[in-house]
């Protein structure tokens, strides 16, 4: 009896000890900030782990994946016959791999964020736009997601690929002309797509895990505290770790249920799916400075600043003049010129979807007739509201996040930030 109490308590132990790394970081940022809530913005967390999932870390160790660890640029992972992962790409974004599937980060930055699929099968679901992408390099063929959705992969023998969009659009082939739209799938070697539609009714184990998973995180969003996310906000924002211009929201580690889900930035968000997110940054009501703050790498200088060169702010930092859409330039009387993106990121993606009619993420997928009072509306060199709505919705917390919906209604005023 003894012996087995005892071999009990060793196991037990052991357990602990090999679990408590992959949060230990964590709890020690939490007990020094005092918050509740650990926040982030990276890519590469593992937020569950179903199954053997092992790892080729870059420095050669190997092992297997507990949940809570990261990826770095470099870790091979490979998964078992009875392997599953959710892996967390950016704000907002995962990438769920079945079995017998193989991949690697070749880049975990937010705004071009690449990784291998070498086999095996994996479902995004991502929220996704020209300057915010998820690019796949496949074994004979490469795609990028740029369009918020959820999307399956899945690698053939012949080591050709086979992409399913569920939701979203995807452009695939010769320079991505081919369009690929919702309940239609490609096969994909080299330029050449072979387009067909699919039963989006008949989902394997992957599918309903990944549907599952869904459901799970927008509830746990739901769940989210206002009184305890302000002070962590504040705390990270004052040490310049997430901005308004950087991604579309933040990961929020919620302690209750050991993972990590998604605070979008813009009001009326929710799932690729469909279930919408209760809790965002406007539940919050931050300090207004947060949502006038500039831009980051913006600066105030005077004469003309040709687009691609480079300019020495007052702080001495030299910065790249603006070539590319995402910034522009504002000249004044004096000749002053302040480059600066235009709108925050998530303002971006909902004019931008209004724009191109895509089907996207808020109140049930669709910013096509959105109201315009769904956002603030952004303007001038320091990005600050131009106007800010005076009236607060309802509370949007619930214990349930909300059915998946195609019709769902949409528009809203955002509350008052705290002046």
Not at 116 to 137: N, P, W, Y
Not at 218 to 224: Q, R, T, Y
Not at 265 to 294: A, E, K
């Amino acid at each position: 009896m003894k012996k087995g109490l005892v071999r009990v308590f060793v196991g037990t132990v052991m357990g602990i000890v090999l679990f408590a790394p992959g949060y230990s970081q964590d709890n020690k940022i939490r007990a020094a900030a005092g918050d509740k809530y650990v926040i982030s913005a990276k890519a590469g967390g593992i937020n569950d782990i179903d199954g053997k999932v092992a790892v080729l870390r870059e420095a050669g160790t190997k092992g297997y994946l507990a949940k809570g660890d990261e990826l770095n640029i470099g870790d091979k992972v490979w998964t078992g016959t009875d392997g599953k992962a959710e892996v967390l790409l950016n704000p907002g974004s995962f990438m769920r791999v079945g079995s017998e599937t193989a991949f690697e980060f070749v880049t975990t930055s937010l705004d071009d964020l690449r990784l291998k699929l070498g086999s095996g099968s994996a479902i995004f679901e991502v929220i996704a736009d020209d300057d915010f992408r998820v690019t796949i390099l496949m074994p004979r063929t490469a795609m990028a997601l740029t369009r918020s959705g959820v999307y399956r992969i899945d690698i053939l023998p012949d080591r050709s690929s086979k992409v399913s969009v569920l939701k979203g659009k995807m452009f695939v082939g010769a320079q991505s002309k081919t369009v690929v739209k919702s309940g239609r799938s490609a096969t994909v070697v080299g330029i050449n797509a072979d387009v067909q539609k699919f039963d989006k009714d008949d989902q394997d184990a992957l599918a309903l895990w990944s549907k599952g998973r869904a459901k799970d995180l927008a509830k746990a969003n739901a769940s989210l505290q206002r009184n305890a996310m302000r002070s962590t906000l504040l705390n990270s924002f004052n040490n310049r770790g997430w901005n308004l211009y950087d991604s579309f929201g933040l990961w929020i580690f919620d302690p209750s249920r050991s993972f990590w889900c998604f605070m979008p930035f813009g009001y009326g968000w929710g799932s690729p799916y469909g279930y919408t997110y209760g809790f965002d940054l406007w539940n919050v009501r931050m300090p207004r400075s947060i949502y006038s703050q500039p831009p980051p790498n913006t600066f105030r200088g005077t004469g003309t600043v040709a687009p691609g060169s480079t300019v020495t702010p007052p702080d001495g930092t030299v910065v790249a003049a603006p070539s590319n859409p995402r910034w522009h330039r504002n000249q004044g009387e004096n000749g002053d010129v302040a480059p600066t993106r235009r709108e925050p990121a998530f303002m971006r993606m909902e004019n931008n979807a209004r724009s191109n009619g895509d089907a996207v993420v808020n109140r049930g997928g669709d910013f096509r007739n959105a109201s315009p009072a769904a956002s603030p509306v952004f303007s001038g060199a320091s990005g600050a509201p131009s106007a800010a709505p005076t009236s607060a919705p309802a509370s949007t917390q619930r214990s349930e996040p909300s059915a998946p919906r195609d019709n769902a209604p949409r528009g809203g005023r955002r509350p008052t930030p705290d002046r």
